[in-house]
């Protein structure tokens, strides 16, 4: 038999991440007949039900003290022809100046009359 794994599984308690310059992350919305959504909430502000949201960088994992976010990469979460919506992205953590951390390069577009996802970092 395999040896008992060393952690736990489930979550982990937050921690620093880091989407390095070379990284891509794409969620982006696939054919469908009303148009291929991103995972979004439908509204014009994230939610902060992770079960809508597109992208989830936890960091802090409901600590106070935030680990860092860093996005050197690229995240696309567009939304699909034809009308998609663009998904949403959370970081939850803090850049590196102490604040909430910047989205970095991100493309959260929408086809057609599909709405643009949102960002939120808290």
Do not use: K, W
């Not at 007949?33 to 995972?39: M, Q, T």
């Not at 949201?53 to 022809?81: C, K, L």
């Not at 959370?90 to 970095?104: A, E, S, Y």
């Amino acid at each position: 038999p395999p040896p008992p794994p060393t952690t736990p599984p489930g979550p982990t308690v937050g921690g620093n991440i880091t989407l390095e310059a070379d990284g891509l992350i794409d969620v982006s919305g696939g054919p469908g007949d009303i148009g291929g959504n991103a995972r979004n909430d439908g509204t014009s502000h994230v939610s902060t039900d992770e079960e809508v949201t597109s992208v989830v960088f936890d960091g802090d994992s409901g600590s106070t003290h935030g680990a860092y976010i860093v996005n050197n990469g690229m995240i696309i979460a567009r939304g699909a022809s034809h009308d998609g919506a663009g998904g949403d992205v959370i970081f939850h953590g803090r850049g590196v100046d102490q604040r909430d951390p910047p989205p970095g390069r991100q493309d959260r577009s929408g086809d057609g009359t599909g709405r643009p996802g949102d960002y939120l970092s808290d």
